[in-house]
């Protein structure tokens, strides 16, 4: 049972365009979501969060929107750069699981120059 | 350079035959996490411990087991592996159980044949 679902295993968009990642949950127990940014041969690193209070946070290019309704995030990062080339992740978790996060599969972005 | 230190960085391992991947942090982190990394199903808890002594099982722990005693050291281990158990394994951590992001280390990855 997936609780957390990236549908997307790739994404491929052009330098200077918007990238758009998607990602939805089952389990509106959620309360606080992260995006985590990973390189080949390395380990993911955090790149934003949201709360679940807030249905938007932005961090330079990166801007997370949370649809609670909808149980529904997406990441936009604007303009994209070849360097942004990484598998994404998006994870939930509930405060009172003690933060242990559940994560998506994984989307694919490249950047092409 | 703080953070988490994970060895080996990578291991081909007999099927049937034990090994320990180790896991040490340098940031006085209360909380750890083992997660392993497949295609298609993302990063998926395999044991969680919140505080020294004290473990947990997540969402797949069979096969599987861990010790936490002391705060910097959680070693995983597979008592007999089986070719399933292949793949990346990444251990984590965060400075409580509250609503934190993890910090994780590079990853090891494991083939059992």
């Known amino acids: 049972d997936q609780q957390v679902k990236q549908n997307s295993p790739s994404l491929s968009v052009q330098e200077g365009r918007i990238s758009i990642l998607n990602c939805d949950y089952t389990?509106?127990?959620?309360?606080?979501f992260l995006w985590y940014k990973k390189y080949p041969a390395e380990g993911p690193t955090f790149l934003i969060s949201?709360?679940?209070?807030?249905d938007k946070n932005e961090d330079g290019r990166f801007t997370v929107f949370l649809n609670k309704s909808a149980k529904h995030l997406s990441l936009h990062i604007v303009p994209s750069q070849p360097g942004d080339s990484a598998v994404y992740f998006c994870?939930?978790?509930?405060?009172?699981?003690?933060?242990?996060?559940?994560f998506g599969q994984g989307t694919e972005l490249s950047v092409k120059p | 350079t703080a953070g988490i230190t994970q060895a080996p960085t990578s291991q081909i391992l007999a099927a049937g035959r034990s090994m320990t991947l180790r896991c040490t942090q340098d940031m006085r982190h209360n909380a750890m996490y083992w997660y392993r990394q497949d295609l298609g199903l993302g990063l998926r808890l395999i044991h969680y411990s919140n505080t020294a002594g004290t473990t947990g099982k997540g969402e797949v722990p069979d096969g599987y087991s861990v010790s936490r005693a002391n705060t910097d050291d959680f070693p995983l281990t597979l008592a007999s592996a089986v070719p399933s158990q292949t793949s990346v394994y990444f251990c984590?951590?965060?400075?409580?159980?509250?609503?934190?992001?993890?910090?994780f280390g590079s990853g090891t990855r494991l083939t059992v044949v």
């Open positions: 994870a939930a978790t509930r405060y009172n699981q003690g933060g242990k996060l559940i």
């Open positions: 984590a951590s965060s400075p409580g159980t509250g609503l934190y992001g993890y910090t």
């Open positions: 389990n509106s127990m959620f309360d606080y």
């Open positions: 949201i709360s679940s209070i807030k």
